[in-house]
């Protein structure tokens, strides 16, 4: 694989890990007990953690900015609904 296909892959995963992130955030609020909407805002994190990682790895720091953003708004969300 040559240097371009690689980056086209590591775009794509970094796309994936952003769409993970996004449904498991979704699916926190159709969550039906705290322990599910907890195991969704795990997720999510971890979705966006490893986008962040990703971006960053690929030189895009406006990117990474932007979701580690969406990452703690994610957080404050949770928080603020979800905490007991």
């Known amino acids: 694989m040559d240097q371009d296909e690689e980056r086209q892959v590591r775009l794509a995963n970094l ?8 449904k ?5 609020y159709e969550a039906h007990s705290f322990g599910h ?3 969704c805002y795990s997720e ?3 979705c966006f ?4 990682k990703l971006a960053e790895e690929l030189g895009l720091a406006e990117e990474a900015a932007s979701l580690g953003k969406r990452l703690e708004h ?4 949770f928080r603020s609904q979800f905490v007991q």
């Open 15 to 22: 796309a994936n890990c952003k769409a993970q992130g996004e």
């Open 24 to 28: 498991a955030y979704d699916d926190m």
């Open 37 to 39: 909407a907890g195991a």
């Open 44 to 46: 999510a994190k971890e």
């Open 49 to 52: 953690y490893a986008a962040i």
């Open 74 to 77: 994610i957080k404050a969300v």
